[in-house]
C-alpha cells in the first residue's frame, strides 16, 4: 500500500509541480516552509501528507519511501515529530498562545526523525494577522531540520511577508499555472523595453510567490532564447510575437547578459532570498543591461 507512494513523481500532481518538488528534492534545496494552495481540501491534505512524511522518512534512497516506521506514522497522521496545529474554539482559529508553543518546541531536537514538521491546515482561514505575524520571526530565522506546511485555499489571503518567506505550491491546473507564468514573463520583458522604470518596477513587483516566481523566470529565459534565434534567422519555438519585439530593441551580447541575469535570480530564490530584494535587483539589472 504505502510503497507505491515513492517521492513526488507518482503523485497526482500537475507535471511543472512535480518536476519542481523532485527537483527540490534531489537537490537538497527544500525550503524550510511551504505553503499548498489550490485543489480541493482532499487534495492539499495528501499532498501535505506525503511531505510530512518525505520530512521524517528514514529512507537512504527515494523519500517518501512509505515502508519505514517514520513514513507509516507520518501518513497515519501519528508521528512524534509531526504537529498538527489544533485551534481553538467553534472555528479552531490558530490563537497566539498557540503559535508561540510551536515557536517554543520549534527549537527543541526532533524526537525520532532527522526533522520535524508542523503543520497549518486551512490557515487562510485559521490564522490571522496577528497569528501570522508572531509566525513571521520564526520564518525569517527558522532553526534547523524544521518544516513548515501551511496549506490553504487561497495563499493570496495571507500576508505577502509569509508568502515571501516560503515557497507557494499552486495545486491549480497546469495550463493555468503556466498560463499566469508566461503572462508575467510577456509583461516584465514588454516593460523592460520601454522608456519608463516605473512599468518595469511594477511588472518584477508581481513575481508573487517564490514558485510562481521561478515559473516566471523560467518563462524569460525561454523567451530570451527565442529573440536570439530570431536574431539569428531562426524561428522561435514558442511566442514569435515577444521574440521579434526583443530583437528589434537588443544586441546579441544583451540577449547572453539577461539570459545570464535571469540565471541568477532564480539562484538566489533558490538561495531565498526575499522576493522583495530579487525583483529589485532584477529590474536594476534589466535597466542597466538594456537601457
Known sequence: MWGDLMNFLDLQLNISLKNSLNSLDKGNRMPHALIISGGSEDDRKALCDHLAA????????DRPCGDCKNCKNAFDRAHSDVYFAKGSGKTKIYKAEELRDIIRDASIKPNQADRKVFIFEECDKKLSEISQNILLKTLEEPPQDILFILTCENSKNLLETIRSRSVTLNLGDEKEVVGK??????EILSSMLMSSEIELMRA?????DRFSALETLESIVIMLRDGLCTQSGFA??????????????????????LIEITNSAQLRINQNVSLELVGTWLCSQYRKTVW
Do not use: M
Not at 518525505?54 to 534512497?61: E, F, K, N, P
Not at 507564468?181 to 510577456?186: I, T, Y
Not at 518584477?204 to 508573487?208: A, F, P, S
Not at 522561435?236 to 547578459?257: D, H, M, S, V
Open 54 to 61: 518525505w520530512a521524517v522518512c528514514s529512507s537512504d534512497g
Open 181 to 186: 507564468s508566461k503572462e508575467l514573463a510577456e
Open 236 to 257: 522561435p519555438e514558442n511566442n514569435t510575437e515577444i521574440a521579434e519585439k526583443l530583437c528589434r530593441k537588443l544586441t546579441k551580447a544583451q540577449f547572453l547578459e
Open 204 to 208: 518584477t513587483y508581481k513575481l508573487g
